[in-house]
């Protein structure tokens, strides 16, 4: 499935090769184990949310499959994503993606 940008924080999304949903809940995460490494976004198994800091699921737009329901957006919410959206295409041009 291709996605243009970041969706927003809320947005309920299932993954390449998983049966499972999960919640977005944060975007321009950095891995603990490489911080060299950013991805497109963080998020936690739905409907269960979050049970621990280790089951924090790190992923990218191209391992969605399918999306189910887009998050809650305002004008606050596109002025971030855009800002985000450019942020991610400069650090992806430095070479800091998986």
């Known amino acids: 499935m291709e996605i243009n940008g970041l969706l927003p924080i809320g947005s ?3 993954l390449q090769e998983s049966t499972k949903k999960v919640m977005i809940v944060g975007v321009c995460q950095r891995s603990a184990q490489n911080p ?3 991805f ?8 269960e949310g979050f049970l621990d800091a280790d089951k924090m ?5 191209n391992k969605i499959d399918q999306v189910f329901m ?3 957006q305002d004008a606050e919410q596109l002025a971030f994503k855009n800002r985000a959206d450019e942020a991610m295409i400069k650090l992806r041009s430095q070479g800091t993606e998986e």
């Open 57 to 61: 699921i790190l992923f990218n737009n």
């Open 70 to 72: 887009i998050g809650y």
């Open 12 to 14: 309920v999304v299932l």
């Open 36 to 38: 060299d490494i950013i």
């Open 40 to 47: 497109d976004y963080v998020g936690v198994i739905f409907p």
